[in-house]
């Protein structure tokens, strides 16, 4: 398990009570609380590869369904307009959550997904791709 600096917790969660009061976009809180998991992974040395690189930034690819794009892209920014952000990097996919899942099982980088079905989860699990917790 990885412990993470209190300080990138309240600097994200103000980020996103903040993006929360002004966009409706927010409304999927599965694909925020997908996204602050990944950035603090990058942001606090996590297995990301901007962890791996061993130096500031990086890059973090997220596969997702469509639906929470707007919200990504109202997040990432303001992530990386902080100090913990500074220099990170993503690439993103959005499409049918089917079409990602299985894309990601064929061969598609990802350091992060999100889905909209379960089942789409549960390919990349049965393919060893995602731990099962």
């Known amino acids: 398990m990885e412990y993470f600096a209190a300080s990138t917790y ?3 969660l103000t980020i996103i009570v903040d993006i929360g009061v002004k966009s409706e976009a ?7 609380l997908a996204v602050v998991v990944a950035l603090l992974t990058v942001a606090c040395g996590g297995t990301s590869s901007a962890a791996n690189e061993g130096s500031e930034g990086g890059k ?3 596969v997702a369904y469509s639906t929470p ?3 990504y892209e ?3 920014p303001a992530f990386q307009k902080t100090a913990e952000g500074k220099g990170v ?12 899942s299985r894309a990601v099982e064929a061969g598609l980088p990802a350091d992060v997904v999100e889905f909209a079905l379960d089942s789409d989860i549960t390919r990349l699990v049965d393919a060893g791709l995602v731990d099962s917790d």
């Open 69 to 71: 794009q707007e919200a």
């Open 26 to 32: 927010t409304r999927g809180v599965g694909a925020i």
């Open 10 to 12: 309240c600097i994200l």
């Open 89 to 100: 990097e993503f690439d993103q996919s959005y499409g049918a959550s089917g079409e990602q």
């Open 60 to 62: 973090l690819t997220l």
């Open 74 to 76: 109202a997040i990432i």
